[in-house]
């Protein structure tokens, strides 16, 4: 038996749940040098402004596991990606890009002007998703990261949602 619809079906991105945090605590720590336990991402989760969104995979069995996340912060009329992660062993599926423009949508649909992020520069393909999805370079922070493959330099990125 081929299984093989099960894993072309697209994400369902939907609001972050307080049971998925400790999955999304792993999902973090999988993907940075920062760690942010479960408590951090439930103080996050309960900020006025915040949303987290999560990608699911969809599943005729009812699987629900969170495959990554995407945190925004909206202030004013602005607002800015605090993080974005996929699971290692999701990556290269689309599921960041379909993370974003979830999060693009939400933001557009609630009259944000602007959406900024901070991005490593030597982070190749997040900087082509970034550039994809319309971001353009506003500004350089250099030696921001710490933990970088390159020489840590943050790229500010900046989309125009009016």
Known sequence: MSFWWFWTQPPVIEEA??????ILAEIQE????????TAEL??????????????RRSS???????L????????ADEAEVITIAVHP???GRGIGKKLMEAGLF????ERCSHLFLEVDAANEPAVLLYRGLGFKEVGRRKGYY????GDGTALVMRIDLR
């Open 17 to 22: 749940l307080d049971e998925d945090l400790p």
């Open 30 to 37: 999988a993907s940075f040098s920062h760690k942010w336990g």
């Open 42 to 55: 439930s103080r996050m989760k309960a900020q006025k402004g915040v949303d987290i969104l999560v990608a």
């Open 60 to 66: 005729p069995y009812g699987t629900r596991t969170p």
């Open 68 to 75: 990554g996340f995407l945190i925004l912060r909206r202030a």
């Open 89 to 91: 062993r999701q990556r």
């Open 106 to 109: 939400r933001l557009y649909g």
């Open 146 to 149: 710490g933990a970088s493959e």
